[in-house]
């Protein structure tokens, strides 16, 4: 059962950047189809897409992240990563990541990025 490991969650300013990371428990990001990304879920909202970027290196990203966001992964160390700059308060919500191959679906267990105004 492959399992997702995030981190680098935390309090920062508006302005102020971070990195999260997503650490699989297994090797992942093979040569067969995927999609790996990041999701986030506010206080009282629906989970939305932040962030996903396909085995054939295809990103797509939330209008809201565009510009300020950058997703990548590291093969060798199977973690993907959700690079934020520029963040803004609307930005605070807990950072899901996701794996999915073959009609499968993995979460991870989420972490909380608070941007104080």
């Known amino acids: 059962q492959l399992q997702l490991v995030e981190s680098g969650g935390e309090l920062v300013q508006a302005g102020d950047s971070l990195r999260l990371s997503c650490a699989a428990s297994q090797h992942t990001f093979g040569d067969y189809d995927y999609a790996v990304g990041w999701y986030r879920q506010a206080p009282g909202k629906q989970r939305e897409l932040v962030a996903t970027?396909?085995?054939?290196?295809?990103?797509n990203y939330a209008d809201s992240g565009e510009g300020r966001f950058t997703i990548s992964r590291d093969n060798a160390k199977n973690t993907v990563y959700l690079q934020m700059n520029s963040l803004k308060p609307e930005d605070t919500a807990v950072y899901y990541c996701?794996?999915?191959?073959?009609?499968?679906?993995?979460w991870g267990q989420g972490t909380q990025v608070t941007v104080s105004s």
């Open positions: 970027v396909t085995s054939g290196g295809i990103t």
């Open positions: 996701n794996f999915w191959s073959s009609g499968r679906d993995y």
